[in-house]
C-alpha cells in the first residue's frame, strides 16, 4: 500500500528509491564493500519497491529510502525501518551514509525523519534499534532522537526501543 514515499527535512530529502536510481544504488548498496553490479541494483530496487507494496498503516514489512542531500541533489545514504523478519517484535530502525557525509547530524535528522513517517503515517507502537559495539557515532543518533537504550543484545552491540507513547508525550530518553 505504501508505494511512494517523499518526506523533506531542513537539509534532507528521504524518499522511495525508483528505477531512476539504479546507477546511484549500484554505488550505494554496500557503502562499506564498494559497488554492486547494474544488474544486482535493478535487483534491488524491484525488491525494495515490492516490499513497499506490502506496508499498511500499521504493519511494515520494509521501508529503505534514499537519502538525498538538498544541498547537492547528491545520494549519500540510505535509512528505513525493517520487520521482515516476524521473530522480532518491533520493526528495527536503520541508517547508513556515505563516510564523507558523518559527523554533520545528518543520520540524526534522517532517522528522526523516519520516527516521525513511522509513527504518524504507519501508526507503528514502537520501533527498535540498535549499533554495533564499538560505533559510538550510531549509539549518539540513537539517543539523540530519543530512543531508550536498553543495554547490550544478543549480537554485543547497543540495543534501543522507542514508544509511539514516549515519542509523541516527549518521554523520550535524552542524555
Given at each position: 500500500m505504501t508505494t511512494s514515499v517523499f518526506i523533506e527535512t531542513a537539509r534532507l530529502v528521504l524518499r522511495t528509491v525508483t528505477m531512476d536510481d539504479i546507477e546511484d544504488v549500484a554505488l550505494s548498496?554496500?557503502?562499506?564493500?564498494?559497488?554492486?553490479?547494474?544488474?544486482?541494483?535493478?535487483k534491488q530496487v524491484l525488491w525494495m519497491l515490492d516490499n513497499h507494496k506490502q506496508n499498511a498503516p500499521g504493519r511494515l514489512v520494509h521501508l529503505c529510502l534514499a537519502i538525498i542531500h538538498k544541498d547537492t541533489q547528491e545520494f549519500i545514504g540510505w535509512c528505513g525501518l525493517d520487520h521482515?523478519?516476524?521473530?522480532?517484535?518491533?520493526?528495527?530502525l536503520f541508517y547508513l551514509l556515505k563516510a564523507s557525509y558523518?559527523?554533520?547530524?545528518?543520520?540524526?535528522?534522517?532517522?528522526?525523519?523516519v520516527l516521525d513517517y513511522a509513527f504518524s503515517e504507519l501508526g507503528l507502537a514502537e520501533i527498535d534499534g540498535g549499533a554495533a559495539l564499538e560505533n559510538i557515532a550510531s549509539k549518539r543518533v540513537?539517543?539523540?532522537?530519543?530512543?531508550?537504550?536498553?543495554?547490550?543484545n544478543e549480537e554485543r552491540g547497543h540495543s534501543f526501543t522507542l514508544t509511539k507513547a514516549q515519542y509523541f508525550t516527549g518521554e523520550q530518553c535524552r542524555p
Open positions: 548498496w554496500k557503502l562499506d564493500d564498494g559497488p554492486i553490479s547494474r544488474q544486482e541494483a535493478e521482515r523478519d516476524r521473530t522480532k517484535a518491533n520493526p528495527v558523518w559527523g554533520k547530524e545528518l543520520a540524526t535528522e534522517a532517522a528522526k525523519a540513537m539517543e539523540k532522537i530519543g530512543m531508550r537504550y536498553l543495554g547490550t
